[in-house]
């Protein structure tokens, strides 16, 4: 469980000290870094400007971690969690994640069609 954190606070850094500063003096992202340097731009741009696209993202990572309860609460140490949400939510979890999936999906693919048709 430790090992896990340092290796996600490791690679955080690294990203941020090694990464970050070889994509943004690179030619091909010079137009990226200059329309969205701060963290609400960048979402912003992954998100082609558009709330509904960032939420769909949001949905859709919220979503894969629901469905994947079991491994999480495995990592985490405490197994009944899966048990807790269901009584606290009335279904299943899993099926739940999968829901926010597709709700995601959707909410993204509507949007992308009403960006491309102008």
């Given at each position: 469980?430790?090992?896990?954190?340092?290796?996600?606070?490791?690679?955080?850094?690294?990203?941020?000290?090694v990464i970050r500063p070889i994509l943004r003096a690179s030619p091909r992202f010079a137009n990226f870094y200059a329309n969205?340097?701060?963290f609400w731009q960048k979402v912003a741009?992954?998100?082609?400007?558009?709330?509904?696209?960032a939420l769909s993202y949001a949905l859709a990572a919220l979503g894969f971690l629901t469905s994947q309860i079991d491994a999480?609460?495995?990592?985490?140490g405490d197994p009944q969690v899966k048990q807790q949400i269901a009584d606290a939510l009335g279904a299943n979890p899993s099926v739940l994640g999968w829901?926010?999936?597709a709700i995601g999906v959707i909410t993204f693919a509507a949007r992308m069609r009403s960006i491309v048709r102008g």
């Open positions: 469980m430790l090992w896990w954190i340092f290796a996600l606070f490791g690679l955080l850094v690294g990203t941020y000290l969205a340097d701060t741009a992954f998100g082609y400007n558009s709330a509904t696209v999480l609460a495995t990592l985490l829901v926010m999936i």
